[in-house]
């Protein structure tokens, strides 16, 4: 699910927690190893004080630890796959050709049609309604930049493996730490990833606390990712427009909820160590990203990514170079349907390890979003109304959406 700054940030994981003052940080420096459960942190601090589990005081184990222990089993916390739920265990490889690639180049609107961006269009409606996602090539990052990211990306994780020195202030921020959102019990399903959540934009305003949960190391990590998420939003943006057009819609009906200043940047490093049972374990659960859109970059390995199609798990054929949109669920509310907020999840693998980073890209969170009108509207779908950004994240925060209950649905009419 899209992170907002409820899931934002970095340290060892914590779990639907408020962290409001030193004592707590310090608690966070302290306890980055954890096996099981609380009760078996390793850390001098726990034998102190075991906490009764509770979602405040919840922590869950950093993979990447227990990866490197080499373990040929799975910890019992995180198995979640059930072999008894037909859809759950269907993994079909997908070999097929059908998720075309996008050249953004050719999408740009000040193209005349005869440069091919009719039929880029016409391409971009037909992948974005069935998939809900797809490839991008063109897009004017450049290689420097995405090479960038991966440089820190590991230099982070490696630096992290060593001294841990690398985490930022996590001060008043909730829910810190390596997180996984919508962890709310003890016996709920781990996800076999370690992952870093920052809040990259919009700057923090003169009274607010800054949101520091930059890693310190390595020392250009902040600069990477800004300059990255500076070029994601122009592409982005341009995106929003031709989603728009592709759906003969007016150019600006997305990107009129948005803004420079405001809108919400959030980045998320996702790492999944190698696996010993990926038959048993989920690198992330299935879940729609709550944004109006992601950018994902992967590397180091593909194959992990999934998406629910003909309630199958399908392998996204997503090759190396590409990066990869996903419609998230508030362009489904914004567009009315016309476009879906796909089911994904992420399988683990055995002797690899993946890397990805998802960018998530929402309006301003004091943002109503208005769905636009559909004239010929089935009576039985009565479409979407209108949300406040934060209401629709403050919502799914508190209901932990599963495919049985999904999100979207409050903003159903
Ligand atoms: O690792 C991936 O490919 C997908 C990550 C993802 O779905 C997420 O961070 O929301
Ligand atoms: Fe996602």
């Not at 408020?18 to 001098?44: I, L, R």
């Not at 993979?63 to 265990?89: C, M, T, W």
């Not at 779908?381 to 409050?410: C, N, W």
Request: glycine share 6%; with cysteine.
């Amino acid at each position: 699910m899209s992170a907002t700054s409820k899931s934002t940030g970095y340290g060892e994981r914590t779990i639907a927690h408020s962290s409001t003052n030193n004592a707590d940080a310090q608690h966070h420096e302290w306890c980055h190893v954890y096996s099981e459960f609380p009760t078996q942190c390793v850390s001098a601090y726990s034998l102190l004080f075991i906490p009764k589990w509770s979602p405040k005081n919840s922590r869950v184990p950093v993979v990447q630890e227990l990866a490197r222990q080499g373990l040929n089993y799975l910890p019992k916390r995180f198995i979640s796959v059930n072999h008894n739920d037909p859809i759950e265990s269907s993994t079909v490889q997908h070999v097929s050709t059908t998720l075309p690639i996008i050249n953004v180049a050719k999408l740009r609107s000040g193209l005349e049609p005869d440069e091919g961006r009719v039929e880029e269009l016409a391409k971009l409606a037909s992948v974005a309604k069935e998939w809900g996602l797809f490839l991008v090539t063109e897009h004017g990052i450049g290689s420097d930049i995405l090479n960038g990211i991966k440089d820190v990306v590991k230099g982070f994780l490696a630096c992290l493996s060593k001294r841990r020195q690398c985490v930022g202030s996590y001060v008043s921020v909730d829910n810190m730490g390596y997180g996984r959102n919508f962890v709310k019990s003890e016996d709920q399903p781990l996800d076999w990833i370690d992952r870093l959540t920052i809040k990259a934009a919009p700057a923090p305003k003169g009274g607010d606390k800054e949101l520091n949960v930059w890693p310190q190391r390595p020392p250009n990590f902040r600069q990477v990712i800004e300059n990255y998420v500076k070029e994601a939003r122009n592409v982005l943006d341009e995106l929003l427009i031709a989603l728009a057009e592709a759906l003969a819609l007016e150019s600006h009906v997305f990107l009129k909820h948005f803004d420079s200043n405001n809108s919400e940047i959030n980045v998320r490093i996702n790492y999944y160590p190698p696996c010993p049972r990926p038959d048993l374990a989920l690198g992330i659960t299935p879940h729609t990203d709550a944004s109006a859109l992601t950018l994902l970059m992967q590397f180091e390995t593909t194959g992990g990514l999934q998406i629910l199609k003909d309630r199958k798990w399908l392998t996204v054929p997503w090759t190396d170079d590409a990066l990869l949109v996903n419609v998230g669920d508030l362009l489904e509310i914004m567009s009315n349907g016309r476009l879906k907020s796909p089911w994904h999840r992420v399988v683990t693998q055995m002797n690899v390890e993946r890397f990805s980073v998802a960018l998530f890209y929402n309006p301003p969170s004091r943002t109503e979003i208005e769905p636009e009108p559909i004239e010929d509207l089935v009576p039985e779908d009565g479409g979407f109304k209108k949300v406040v950004v934060s209401d629709y994240l403050q919502h799914l925060y508190a209901i932990s959406p599963t495919k049985e209950k999904q999100g979207i649905m409050y903003a159903k009419v």
